[in-house]
């Protein structure tokens, strides 16, 4: 990023400071709410605002559906809607190298056999699967692939479902997900673990790395499936004609989204994930918060793709949907986008390849689910019907282990981590990076023309599009200074606390914007803040949407790693693998319009009230600790804002970032595409 510096720096000012630092005022002067909300979850205006946008944009893409006459208009949203989804994922790689497939194992079961399988789906990408065969010695079968869902151990937690298909007369690949099972890329061998839970919290770190470089998880996830199909395709025991798949949460992602792009699947079944992503934007934080950023492609619901664009790409291809009606993938949403989908279906004569199935239970693939699955694949596969589920023997994971040390990454000199993978798709992608600019991205087609907005006082009323309108709610002197407590609305309902904390004997005063990593400044900044003034500047220090006073007072447990809910609140709340601040950045990349982004509207936003209520022509930004970062990008996107510079500071760079695989760093500088800003 370049630089935008003022002449005067950060040390020169401290220098010219002259008065003696002061006490601190009370708490109370800085807090703008008169109460602070009991901890609990509940709706806050920016989740709300979260919700609206989502649902409004839903509204557009219903409209396309609702617009489509003929098989003619349906193939090509499909076109459109595939070619989105590519992109979202950052495409899929070009080339399908040599799987080099090596069985490594076979178990004898009743009926049946299973093969301990290693393939590599890129070059040192290495997967550990299962196969499941019949022994009844026919020419070939159908064959099903199940992705497995989020569980530590990977395809060991579905192998009831594997043996059920089998014994149904399939054969059956299942494999482990990349950061599960055999597959951990955080492996550490001395304890015997991974540095993160199996769950979700490995796909966190590979998710978030991805994308920065322009990609997502599910490109890399996605590939797997494919060439999994790939491997089923050499066997002379399967018939190709009939590829399904099938696969529940983090497995019925996978099952949509593969099928959706590989034609060679005829029949596909998800469970436990169809739903209608808007409704997933409060659900996501108080039901289910570990983050899992695959699961949210940027731009999914701004893109008119959701999940009735996945489910629609498969027509007229067999479509099966499995729900559980307590699951936290709400029921509502999978019950609504079947429905769209089921009409289209009907309205052109194939009714009879789209079936739905609940079940009341929470998140699992329960037996009646998967009994009514069975019977649907067996149908469309020539199969003769069958009643009930055959019996399984669950086996032990060590027993279904494909390698010798139980993670591919130990096992094989050559093996890559992922993280490696996704820096090598930055590099190769940088040659040739489109030419674009952080002020760009942020001025682009989701921009809300702050720039043109009219500023007054609060009339009581929910300001209408295009209002910023400032509520002064209360005074108080420390000494010679004066803070200033206002509320500012926008944006329909939300709100930003902001401080004027400024010296009655300035006269010509320039306005400086300050805030730290948490939001407006505190008793703990006040000797700096005295520093400021006596260089003659106000301050201006406000409350980022979803921190500072505005956070939501919930501290989201992860259900997948009790570790985490050891966190103190501060630490729980903007926590990158689960936690409120993650949520809500994830919500604002479904509706495209990254919380990065937001965080530079909201300065936007401080800066139009500051210009019209204080009469300023000079505004600067500046800010502490990790915050500088994002003074520094302020500075950069907005015109006549300028920045006093830290030059001691340390600046976060995304493409630093993936050039040395950083596992964590603070969630809300997600911004896709980042390693390429210039």
């Given at each position: 990023?370049?630089?935008?510096?003022?002449?005067?720096?950060?040390?020169?000012?401290?220098?010219?400071?002259?008065?003696?630092?002061?006490?601190?005022?009370?708490?109370?002067?800085?807090?703008?709410?008169?109460?602070?909300?009991?901890?609990?979850?509940?709706?806050?205006?920016?989740?709300?605002?979260?919700?609206?946008?989502?649902?409004?944009?839903?509204?557009?893409?219903?409209?396309?559906?609702?617009?489509?006459?003929?098989?003619?208009?349906?193939?090509?949203?499909?076109?459109?809607?595939?070619?989105?989804?590519?992109?979202?994922?950052?495409?899929?790689?070009?080339?399908?190298?040599?799987?080099?497939?090596?069985?490594?194992?076979?178990?004898?079961?009743?009926?049946?056999?299973?093969?301990?399988?290693?393939?590599?789906?890129?070059?040192?990408?290495?997967?550990?699967?299962?196969?499941?065969?019949?022994?009844?010695?026919?020419?070939?079968?159908?064959?099903?692939?199940?992705?497995?869902?989020?569980?530590?151990?990977?395809?060991?937690?579905?192998?009831?479902?594997?043996?059920?298909?089998?014994?149904?007369?399939?054969?059956?690949?299942?494999?482990?997900?990349?950061?599960?099972?055999?597959?951990?890329?955080?492996?550490?061998?001395?304890?015997?673990?991974?540095?993160?839970?199996?769950?979700?919290?490995?796909?966190?770190?590979?998710?978030?790395?991805?994308?920065?470089?322009?990609?997502?998880?599910?490109?890399?996830?996605?590939?797997?499936?494919?060439?999994?199909?790939?491997?089923?395709?050499?066997?002379?025991?399967?018939?190709?004609?009939?590829?399904?798949?099938?696969?529940?949460?983090?497995?019925?992602?996978?099952?949509?989204?593969?099928?959706?792009?590989?034609?060679?699947?005829?029949?596909?079944?998800?469970?436990?994930?169809?739903?209608?992503?808007?409704?997933?934007?409060?659900?996501?934080?108080?039901?289910?918060?570990?983050?899992?950023?695959?699961?949210?492609?940027?731009?999914?619901?701004?893109?008119?793709?959701?999940?009735?664009?996945?489910?629609?790409?498969?027509?007229?291809?067999?479509?099966?949907?499995?729900?559980?009606?307590?699951?936290?993938?709400?029921?509502?949403?999978?019950?609504?986008?079947?429905?769209?989908?089921?009409?289209?279906?009907?309205?052109?004569?194939?009714?009879?390849?789209?079936?739905?199935?609940?079940?009341?239970?929470?998140?699992?693939?329960?037996?009646?689910?998967?009994?009514?699955?069975?019977?649907?694949?067996?149908?469309?596969?020539?199969?003769?019907?069958?009643?009930?589920?055959?019996?399984?023997?669950?086996?032990?994971?060590?027993?279904?282990?494909?390698?010798?040390?139980?993670?591919?990454?130990?096992?094989?000199?050559?093996?890559?981590?992922?993280?490696?993978?996704?820096?090598?798709?930055?590099?190769?992608?940088?040659?040739?990076?489109?030419?674009?600019?952080?002020?760009?991205?942020?001025?682009?087609?989701?921009?809300?023309?702050?720039?043109?907005?009219?500023?007054?006082?609060?009339?009581?009323?929910?300001?209408?599009?295009?209002?910023?309108?400032?509520?002064?709610?209360?005074?108080?002197?420390?000494?010679?200074?004066?803070?200033?407590?206002?509320?500012?609305?926008?944006?329909?309902n939300l709100e930003m606390p902001l401080l004027h904390i400024h010296h009655p004997a300035n006269k010509n005063p320039r306005v400086l914007l300050w805030f730290s990593s948490q939001g407006k400044a505190g008793p703990e900044n006040w000797n700096r803040i005295v520093k400021y003034i006596d260089a003659d500047y106000d301050i201006v220090s406000f409350d980022f949407r979803g921190l500072g006073e505005t956070r939501m007072p919930y501290k989201a447990i992860s259900e997948d790693d009790p570790l985490l809910g050891q966190l103190d609140f501060d630490q729980a709340y903007v926590n990158p693998i689960s936690g409120v601040l993650a949520d809500y950045v994830y919500n604002s990349l479904l509706t495209g319009r990254p919380y990065f982004?937001?965080?530079?509207?909201?300065?936007?936003?401080?800066?139009?009230?500051?210009?019209?209520?204080?009469?300023?022509?000079?505004?600067?930004?500046?800010?502490?600790?990790?915050?500088?970062?994002?003074?520094?990008?302020?500075?950069?996107?907005?015109?006549?804002?300028?920045?006093?510079?830290?030059?001691?500071?340390?600046?976060?760079?995304?493409?630093?970032?993936?050039?040395?695989?950083?596992?964590?760093?603070?969630?809300?500088?997600?911004?896709?595409?980042?390693?390429?800003?210039?």
């Amino acid at each position: 990023m370049r630089k935008t510096l003022l002449t005067l720096s950060l040390v020169a000012v401290l220098a010219a400071a002259s008065f003696p630092a002061t006490s601190p005022p009370a708490p109370e002067a800085f807090r703008v709410f008169p109460n602070s909300p009991a901890p609990g979850p509940r709706i806050t205006p920016y989740l709300e605002y979260q919700a609206k946008l989502a649902w409004d944009q839903d509204d557009i893409r219903r409209k396309e559906f609702e617009d489509i006459r003929d098989e003619r208009d349906l193939f090509r949203l499909q076109r459109e809607l595939r070619h989105k989804l590519l992109d979202m994922i950052g495409g899929l790689p070009t080339q399908k190298t040599p799987l080099n497939p090596r069985v490594t194992g076979r178990i004898e079961m009743d009926g049946f056999h299973i093969e301990k399988l290693l393939f590599q789906s890129l070059p040192g990408v290495y997967v550990a699967a299962l196969v499941y065969v019949p022994d009844d010695k026919q020419n070939s079968y159908p064959a099903v692939l199940v992705p497995s869902g989020h569980a530590p151990n990977g395809k060991v937690h579905y192998q009831a479902l594997c043996q059920r298909l089998v014994q149904r007369g399939y054969v059956v690949l299942s494999w482990d997900t990349v950061g599960q099972g055999e597959r951990s890329q955080f492996w550490d061998a001395q304890s015997g673990k991974s540095r993160y839970n199996l769950i979700c919290a490995e796909h966190a770190v590979l998710g978030n790395l991805a994308y920065l470089a322009g990609a997502n998880l599910a490109r890399w996830e996605i590939w797997d499936g494919i060439r999994a199909l790939d491997y089923l395709l050499t066997r002379p025991d399967v018939d190709p004609q009939r590829i399904n798949i099938t696969g529940t949460s983090g497995g019925g992602f996978q099952a949509a989204h593969i099928a959706a792009l590989d034609e060679r699947i005829k029949v596909a079944a998800p469970s436990c994930y169809i739903t209608a992503l808007p409704m997933r934007v409060y659900n996501r934080i108080f039901a289910d918060p570990d983050s899992d950023p695959e699961q949210d492609l940027y731009g999914m619901i701004s893109n008119g793709v959701d999940h009735p664009g996945l489910l629609l790409m498969m027509y007229p291809r067999p479509v099966f949907v499995a729900a559980a009606v307590l699951d936290f993938f709400p029921i509502e949403g999978t019950r609504q986008t079947f429905r769209e989908v089921e009409s289209l279906y009907t309205q052109f004569d194939h009714s009879d390849r789209v079936a739905m199935t609940e079940s009341y239970n929470q998140h699992e693939y329960s037996l009646e689910n998967q009994e009514a699955a069975l019977n649907f694949l067996d149908h469309f596969n020539q199969l003769p019907p069958k009643r009930g589920l055959p019996p399984i023997k669950e086996l032990d994971e060590k027993v279904l282990q494909c390698t010798r040390t139980g993670q591919v990454m130990l096992d094989h000199s050559d093996a890559r981590s992922l993280m490696d993978v996704i820096k090598e798709y930055y590099v190769e992608h940088k040659q040739n990076p489109p030419p674009i600019t952080l002020a760009q991205i942020y001025y682009g087609n989701q921009y809300a023309g702050i720039k043109t907005w009219t500023v007054g006082k609060y009339s009581g009323m929910a300001p209408v599009r295009g209002q910023i309108e400032w509520e002064l709610v209360g005074s108080s002197k420390s000494g010679d200074f004066v803070i200033d407590r206002y509320l500012l609305h926008h944006s329909h309902n939300l709100e930003m606390p902001l401080l004027h904390i400024h010296h009655p004997a300035n006269k010509n005063p320039r306005v400086l914007l300050w805030f730290s990593s948490q939001g407006k400044a505190g008793p703990e900044n006040w000797n700096r803040i005295v520093k400021y003034i006596d260089a003659d500047y106000d301050i201006v220090s406000f409350d980022f949407r979803g921190l500072g006073e505005t956070r939501m007072p919930y501290k989201a447990i992860s259900e997948d790693d009790p570790l985490l809910g050891q966190l103190d609140f501060d630490q729980a709340y903007v926590n990158p693998i689960s936690g409120v601040l993650a949520d809500y950045v994830y919500n604002s990349l479904l509706t495209g319009r990254p919380y990065f982004l937001q965080m530079i509207e909201d300065a936007e936003i401080a800066a139009g009230f500051s210009r019209a209520k204080f009469n300023t022509k000079q505004l600067t930004v500046t800010a502490d600790d990790d915050a500088y970062t994002l003074a520094r990008t302020i500075a950069e996107t907005l015109p006549d804002i300028k920045l006093l510079a830290q030059p001691a500071a340390q600046i976060l760079n995304w493409s630093e970032i993936v050039e040395q695989e950083r596992e964590v760093w603070p969630i809300q500088y997600l911004l896709p595409d980042g390693a390429y800003i210039h």
